[in-house]
């Protein structure tokens, strides 16, 4: 078990070194005002752990692989205690190719978390962190319960799970998308590399409009190295980079990806020329807003 983040200042050491022993030695939580070294879901956390070791001495074992593995540094809370028979797929999953994962984990939902309000992560090929975030609870970000559900229902979606299998349901995500002429956020994201940035996970999402997400290259904010996916899907070498990368720049156009559209505008922010997506009801595309926008002639 590990300590929290959420901390604030004074010496922690003895606190930490008192409820370690008494969890190592005694098997028992030290829950008592002020003695705040551990955060308050670690601690629930361990307390449930000790009795369900008392109720489950058969599974033991996989919990004890479950929480060692580096991902999780102790929490299994986004497997759920509940859901034993799948606590080796954990393992098995996360061993597999990070990138695939991600992409199989979308295909089941969005299982981001969202921190302030607008910074949202994903997990990455190579990087720990994100994928850390995303399975700790933090009381500074939203949507764990959300991420279970989505990280459970991959787990429970095969007995074996390996790259060929995440591949596969990547690639039949994809095909059922374009059969149905549906191409929700996440076929855009599963099917183009470059909304996936090995990087640090985060995005920005403007106004939870998903069709206007930007990827970030940094952990906290956009720099000149950001970009919005689609527009960097159409045309990478003309991303405005003193503009975050949320336009094409051509001179004296400049090209938008919004909700329902690619708009170009002119310096003076009036409108030059408007390339309609069209999309249903629910405001998902019915035609691909990137093959769209490459095959139609421009006013650049």
């Not at 336009?247 to 020329?273: H, S």
Request: net charge negative; proline share 2%; hydrophobic share 30%.
């Amino acid at each position: 078990m590990h300590d929290s983040e959420d901390r604030v200042g004074g010496n922690r050491l003895p606190a930490i070194l008192e409820q370690t022993k008494s969890i190592i030695t005694e098997g028992k939580i030290i829950f008592k005002e002020n003695f705040n070294n551990f955060n308050v879901n670690q601690l629930n956390e361990e307390k449930e752990k000790q009795q369900w070791r008392l109720d489950n001495p058969d599974k033991v074992a996989d919990l004890n692989m479950l929480e060692n593995n580096d991902l999780l540094q102790g929490q299994v809370s986004i497997v759920g205690l509940e859901n034993s028979d799948v606590f080796s797929r954990f393992t098995n999953t996360f061993n597999c190719d990070r990138d695939l994962v991600s992409c199989a984990l979308l295909t089941f939902g969005d299982y981001s978390r969202v921190e302030k309000g607008w910074r949202y992560t994903f997990g990455t090929k190579s990087n720990d962190a994100p994928w850390k975030f995303i399975f700790h609870k933090s009381a500074g970000a939203e949507g764990f319960e959300k991420a279970k559900n989505v990280l459970v229902a991959l787990l429970r979606s095969n007995d074996h799970i390996d790259n060929d299998y995440l591949k596969s349901l990547k690639e039949n995500y994809i095909a059922n998308c374009e059969a149905n002429s549906l191409f929700d956020w996440r076929y855009y994201f599963i099917k183009y590399d470059v909304f996936r940035p090995d990087r640090y996970g985060k995005y920005w999402i403007k106004d939870n409009n998903y069709y206007e997400i930007y990827a970030m290259v940094t952990q906290s904010k956009l720099s000149e190295y950001a970009y919005q996916p689609f527009l960097k899907v159409v045309d990478s070498d003309h991303l405005d980079k003193a503009n975050t990368g949320q336009r094409l720049k051509y001179d004296n156009r400049y090209v938008y990806c919004e909700e329902n559209a690619f708009v170009i505008k002119d310096e003076n922010d009036e409108v030059v020329e408007t390339i309609s997506i069209e999309q249903n009801e629910d405001g998902i595309d019915t035609e691909n807003r990137i093959e769209k926008y490459l095959s139609t002639p421009k006013s650049l």
